[in-house]
């Protein structure tokens, strides 16, 4: 291990990472420290922890590898690198913890070293090997019935063959008083950018009309009315000029859709023009309103005046009557992303979905802040495109184009 100079705090990098086999199922957990000037891997850690959910297992395997951290120097400055951006926003401040199982680890998370010394950052999975092998080696363990042991891991082969990045005083920046630091690239998107291979693109299909569509009313999720409305005759004839376009365009190689019934029969359209299966997400469905649901936005405002005016002014604000507010399904939305971007990588997938996911997706690609939500506008049966590379980045290629339907 490099020796960090006189009087400079000891730095680590932790990778971690879990999974399930079932979500819930029989999971395990895998976390890494290693010298961030070069890459040396000083403590492994992996355990079965019998079954669990993916989130659960992510925070067991942060939680292992913070305090194995801690074991080597209790006064170290961390950085967690996971692909999991469930633990990265939630651990960051940026997402509230809800479930049940997951704050008290996110609180025992928090504790193992003061806030100011630990940083967080999501790394696509290619960057996370050695932590997904020996969380992998565990469930395999606990498969035969057995513990994960140390001296049969052959998780050191995903070592990377160059050093991982730094980190500094009391804040991350690549670099330590003293010391060169470590190169930190910025791969770009466009002209400039590396070799990347095929990105997964998701081509983001908002469904056609509905009789609540031009009247302008809430037409959420229905998990408070009931309500899960067809397309209109005048949704039905959207549907099938976007799928022409569609097909036109030949690029689209799988179709996912929200459970609701107007994407389903949006997608259906666009399945049966291009011979392919429609494949049902539920983290791509609309907002629950609440009990706002069929009401048009000045009935709300008459109604609820308080209530709508609060939900305006911040993502963490529910609707009426039991709603989402967008920051929950923002990682609902968020979840279902990773998961799409995990079963179809490298391909180009039709998500036939509603006006608040879409904008989640754009918004979450440009890393835009929640609010940026309300000041985005999208038409029924609008295409958006949004490509997502290797190195984690992602571009916005398309928005709200309605060509096909004039």
Same mark, same amino acid.
């Given at each position: 291990?490099?020796?960090?100079?006189?009087?400079? @705090?000891?730095?680590?990098?932790?990778?971690?990472?879990?999974?399930? #086999?079932?979500?819930?199922?029989?999971?395990?957990?895998?976390?890494? &420290?290693?010298? @961030?000037?070069?890459?040396?891997? /000083?403590?492994?850690?992996?355990?079965?922890?019998?079954?669990?959910?993916?989130?659960?297992?992510?925070?067991?395997?942060?939680?292992?590898?913070?305090?194995?951290?801690?074991? /080597? $120097?209790?006064?170290?400055?961390?950085?967690?690198?996971? $692909?999991? #951006?469930?633990?990265?926003?939630?651990?960051?401040?940026?997402? #509230?913890?809800?479930?049940? $199982?997951?704050?008290?680890?996110?609180?025992?998370?928090?504790? &193992?070293?003061?806030?100011?010394?630990?940083?967080?950052?999501?790394?696509?999975?290619?960057?996370?090997?050695?932590?997904?092998?020996?969380?992998?080696?565990?469930?395999?363990?606990?498969?035969?019935?057995?513990?994960?042991?140390?001296?049969?891991?052959?998780?050191?082969?995903?070592?990377?063959?160059?050093?991982?990045?730094?980190?500094?005083?009391?804040?991350?920046?690549?670099?330590?008083?003293?010391?060169?630091?470590?190169?930190?690239?910025?791969?770009?998107?466009?002209?400039?950018?590396?070799?990347?291979?095929?990105?997964?693109?998701?081509?983001?299909?908002?469904?056609?009309?509905?009789?609540?569509?031009?009247?302008?009313?809430?037409?959420?999720?229905?998990?408070?009315?009931?309500?899960?409305?067809?397309?209109?005759?005048?949704?039905?004839?959207?549907?099938?000029?976007?799928?022409?376009?569609?097909?036109?365009?030949?690029?689209?190689?799988?179709?996912?859709?929200?459970?609701?019934?107007?994407?389903?029969?949006?997608?259906?359209?666009?399945?049966?023009?291009?011979?392919?299966?429609?494949?049902?997400?539920?983290?791509?469905?609309?907002?629950?309103?609440?009990?706002?649901?069929?009401?048009?936005?000045?009935? &709300?405002?008459?109604?609820?005046?308080?209530?709508?005016?609060?939900?305006?002014?911040?993502?963490?604000?529910? @609707?009426?009557?039991?709603?989402?507010?967008?920051?929950?399904?923002?990682?609902?939305?968020?979840?279902?992303?990773?998961?799409?971007?995990?079963?179809?990588?490298?391909?180009?997938?039709?998500?036939?979905?509603?006006?608040? @996911?879409?904008?989640?997706?754009?918004?979450?690609?440009?890393?835009?802040?929640?609010?940026?939500?309300?000041?985005?506008?999208?038409?029924?049966?609008?295409?958006?495109?949004?490509?997502?590379?290797?190195?984690?980045?992602?571009?916005?290629?398309?928005?709200? $184009?309605?060509?096909?339907?004039?």
């Amino acid at each position: 291990m490099t020796e960090a100079p006189a009087g400079a @705090p000891a730095t680590f990098v932790v990778e971690a990472d879990g999974g399930s #086999r079932g979500n819930p199922g029989p999971a395990g957990y895998g976390a890494v &420290v290693r010298d @961030p000037r070069t890459g040396e891997t /000083l403590v492994e850690a992996a355990e079965f922890i019998g079954v669990a959910t993916n989130n659960v297992a992510e925070y067991r395997g942060l939680i292992a590898g913070l305090r194995a951290a801690k074991e /080597l $120097d209790e006064e170290a400055l961390i950085q967690v690198r996971t $692909d999991s #951006r469930l633990v990265v926003e939630q651990m960051s401040g940026r997402w #509230r913890i809800k479930h049940p $199982d997951i704050k008290p680890l996110a609180a025992e998370a928090a504790t &193992v070293f003061p806030s100011g010394r630990v940083s967080y950052e999501w790394v696509p999975r290619e960057r996370n090997q050695h932590a997904d092998r020996l969380a992998n080696e565990a469930m395999d363990a606990g498969r035969r019935g057995e513990q994960w042991d140390a001296s049969a891991s052959t998780a050191e082969l995903d070592r990377p063959g160059s050093p991982v990045y730094g980190v500094v005083g009391g804040a991350v920046d690549g670099t330590v008083t003293g010391t060169p630091p470590a190169p930190v690239v910025t791969p770009a998107v466009g002209w400039g950018a590396a070799d990347l291979g095929a990105p997964t693109t998701f081509v983001l299909l908002r469904h056609g009309e509905t009789a609540l569509t031009p009247e302008k009313r809430f037409s959420g999720s229905g998990a408070a009315s009931g309500a899960d409305p067809e397309l209109s005759a005048t949704g039905r004839g959207q549907a099938e000029r976007a799928a022409a376009a569609l097909a036109g365009r030949g690029t689209v190689q799988e179709i996912v859709s929200s459970p609701l019934r107007r994407c389903r029969e949006t997608a259906a359209a666009v399945a049966a023009r291009l011979g392919l299966t429609v494949h049902v997400e539920d983290g791509v469905r609309e907002t629950d309103f609440g009990a706002w649901e069929g009401l048009t936005f000045a009935e &709300v405002r008459e109604r609820y005046a308080d209530d709508l005016t609060a939900w305006l002014g911040s993502a963490d604000v529910a @609707p009426t009557g039991g709603g989402e507010s967008f920051a929950e399904v923002g990682e609902r939305v968020e979840a279902a992303r990773v998961r799409l971007l995990e079963r179809y990588r490298g391909r180009t997938v039709l998500v036939v979905t509603h006006v608040t @996911p879409v904008k989640t997706l754009v918004q979450l690609a440009l890393g835009a802040p929640q609010r940026s939500l309300f000041r985005m506008e999208l038409s029924p049966a609008a295409v958006s495109e949004v490509a997502y590379y290797a190195d984690g980045n992602a571009s916005l290629r398309l928005f709200n $184009d309605t060509s096909h339907l004039r």
